[in-house]
């Protein structure tokens, strides 16, 4: 995530040492500093604060061309990296044998024998007979995954690319071959990944790869007595697991037992119940390769083979969506907090590519079991009962103002609510109401349909369709990095919906001036061929023209295109300078300034008096029109009155 209305920028990128291949593994009590990896066995030490980068290489030889039976120690192309879960300083590399340094790489240990099967007829020089290709990922009888018990220290599981499984209790002083305890394994298969409990130490799942070996199911198991014996899971014909899809890792969710995710060749897949059941996952990630799964909070991230990282947001729906909720024809999901983050400002200059933020503001999912007759409705409150939003699923229109259609059109579909059956998921994003505006009416700064930012503080829900309503209560928290006064706050939200309210009673007038011309227009085209009527067409004309020069005064109505604005003469009227004081007065967290004050109070005096002097046209010229055009036996026009 970035806190920037941009989104992800390559600039928000670095590198962080180690190659084009390998692990990386930040120390927890310091995130500046960085070990990462690269084939060969290389592994190198980034601090962020100075930028430097370390070679800490166990034996920093060069592999090329060798095949592995001629190397001190084998490192696969992608050799596990761990940073210990118990202590930040130490940290694991593993070749065919597991080392250990606690001194940042200055110095390694050996912690374990070799761990692999170590069949020399299978670390040969590879390649031929014309060339040979011997850069480092041909390198065979390696450890493949290794990772340390949350729950106790020095408890640590080694899974080989060729087929082995240990495990030692005593930080690697000794170790247990608990391979053949397993049932089913794939001989020769590769170990991709141990994931062990977070909270029993003799709790561990295994995934084992075997589609090199033209093997395609799926190998998951269980131990709950470090390796001594294990449970295949996934392996019933009812359990839903693929059997013809194989599986590259398995995480355990910490924060809820039972919960299981698997990566696996075309996606992710879910267990609520410890493996017995699945359920594939999709939430619009695409059909690819899954090879890593990090459980952070309510997110899951997703680390796909060439197809990007993706994140799930909140994993809560996954479990709140249940079967109940699958039987109900509408159902509104609790919120979890939002924060008010303020964003800042950033160029996405030309030729730099970007990725999308998560939503900002509160989700709001809701299950619809059909597709709805009517529209729905989607309304925010305060806390006092005060309308803060409104949404709906009617297709949004341009307004107009912009040149930039697509782009306004995108904004507000984000806005929309969608009507499809099943789960769906939207996002207040913070903003109260904006403003009516002028259709057609182009603006060369400001945009005044988004309104203000809320407040921190407890919002209500309601979510209508059909006849039937739900409620749910979210929480706005304030953005941790800043301190505003609230009573400032205050002030501004106040002052910015003051000059929403006369941004929609600009608009009004236009609507309403706009009307009344038509209808001018129009009855007098019924007689502008009739001769004695032609006092009352010219009358007729007259006003309109007054109309015409008013509504030149409110907004630009020549304007075409923003340019114009500039271009035309007289400039920007008062729509297009309310427009932009509404987005200053927003932008930014603080009281109102005196200028914003001091200009707001002239513009307000501007269409006070522009606005009395619509009524006194309607109730001077235009009533003497009306008059007249009785007397020749036409009707009144309808005037309204001033919103």
């Known amino acids: 995530d970035t806190l920037a209305y941009t989104g992800i920028r390559n600039a928000d990128w670095h590198g962080v040492g180690g190659g084009e291949a390998g692990f990386i593994a930040s120390d927890s009590a310091d995130p500046d500093i960085i070990y990462a990896g690269e084939y060969g066995g290389t592994i190198t030490r980034y601090d962020h604060k100075s930028g430097q980068t370390r070679n800490v290489t166990i034996y920093p030889d060069n592999p090329s061309g060798h095949g592995a039976e001629d190397l001190l120690y084998r490192f696969q192309w992608t050799a596990p990296i761990l940073v210990s879960p118990h202590d930040p300083k130490t940290v694991y590399h593993a070749g065919n044998v597991l080392f ?11 912690i374990s024998p070799d761990l692999s099967r170590n069949d020399k007829s299978k670390q040969k020089w590879a390649g031929g007979p014309i060339t040979g290709d011997n850069t480092g990922v041909e390198t065979y009888a390696t450890i493949f995954a290794v990772a340390e018990s949350p729950a106790a220290a020095g408890t640590i599981w080694a899974g080989t690319d060729d087929g082995l499984v240990h495990v030692t209790r005593n930080g690697g002083e000794t170790w247990e071959n608990v391979t053949h305890a397993v049932p089913g394994l794939p001989e020769w298969g590769t170990v991709s990944m141990i994931e062990p409990s977070a909270s029993d130490a003799a709790t561990a799942y295994l995934v084992v790869d075997a589609h090199r070996l033209d093997d395609m199911r799926p190998y998951l198991w269980k131990t709950s007595d470090f390796g001594k014996s294990w449970k295949r899971l996934g392996a019933d014909a009812k359990s839903g697991l693929a059997k013809d899809i194989y599986l590259h890792a398995v995480r355990t969710d910490p924060a809820r037992p039972g919960v299981l995710y698997l990566g696996t060749e075309r996606g992710v897949t879910l267990s609520t119940d410890d493996g017995a059941t699945w359920r594939p996952i999709r939430f619009g990630l ?20 060439g197809r990007s990282m993706w994140i799930l947001d909140d994993t809560s729906l996954l479990f709140d969506l249940t079967d109940a909720v699958k039987k109900s024809d509408l159902h509104l999901f609790s919120a979890p907090d939002a924060i008010r983050w303020t964003l800042r400002e950033g160029v996405a200059r030309q030729g730099v590519w970007t990725a999308s933020n998560p939503p900002r503001g509160v989700r709001v999912a809701y299950w619809l079991g059909k597709v709805p007759k009517d529209d729905l409705t989607l309304e925010v409150y305060t806390d006092s009962g005060r309308l803060v939003a409104r949404r709906t699923s009617e297709k949004p229109e341009a307004t107009g103002s912009s040149e930039y259609v697509k782009g306004e059109l995108d904004d507000l579909k984000n806005r929309t609510l969608s009507k499809d059956a099943g789960l769906n998921v ?46 749910m209560t979210g929480r706005l928290l304030a953005d941790p990095r800043f301190a505003v006064a609230p009573t400032d706050l205050a002030a501004q939200l106040d002052f910015a919906l003051a000059v929403r309210e006369d941004l929609t009673r600009l608009t009004r007038t236009v609507e309403r001036l706009r009307t009344i011309k038509k209808q001018i227009a129009a009855r007098a085209d019924l007689v502008r061929k009739d001769d004695s009527k032609a006092d009352f067409v010219t009358a007729s004309d007259a006003s309109i023209g007054q109309l015409d020069l008013l509504e030149g005064k409110l907004h630009n109505p020549k304007a075409t295109v923003v340019y114009d604005i500039l271009a035309l003469q007289g400039g920007a009227q008062l729509y297009s300078r309310l427009a932009p004081l509404f987005d200053a007065i927003k932008g930014g967290d603080g009281a109102p300034t005196q200028g914003m004050r001091e200009e707001y109070a002239r513009e307000k005096v501007d269409l006070d008096r522009y606005a009395a002097e619509l ?29």
């Open 100 to 110: 250990r340094t606690r001194d940042a790489g200055q110095t390694w240990t050996a």
């Open 426 to 471: 939207t996002y207040w994003d913070l903003r109260w109401d904006g403003a009516e505006m002028i259709p057609g009416g182009v603006l060369d700064a400001g945009y005044p349909a988004f309104g203000p930012t809320a407040l921190p503080g407890n919002y209500t829900f309601k979510l209508s369709v059909d006849g039937q309503t739900q409620g």
């Open 615 to 643: 009524d006194g046209l309607i109730s001077g010229d235009l009533a003497a029109l009306d008059r007249q055009a009785q007397a020749v036996g036409l009707p009144g026009i309808w005037t309204g009155s001033l919103p």
């Open 286 to 305: 695409p059909t690819v390769a899954v090879h890593d799964l990090v459980v952070a909070g309510n997110r899951l991230v997703v680390g796909t083979h």
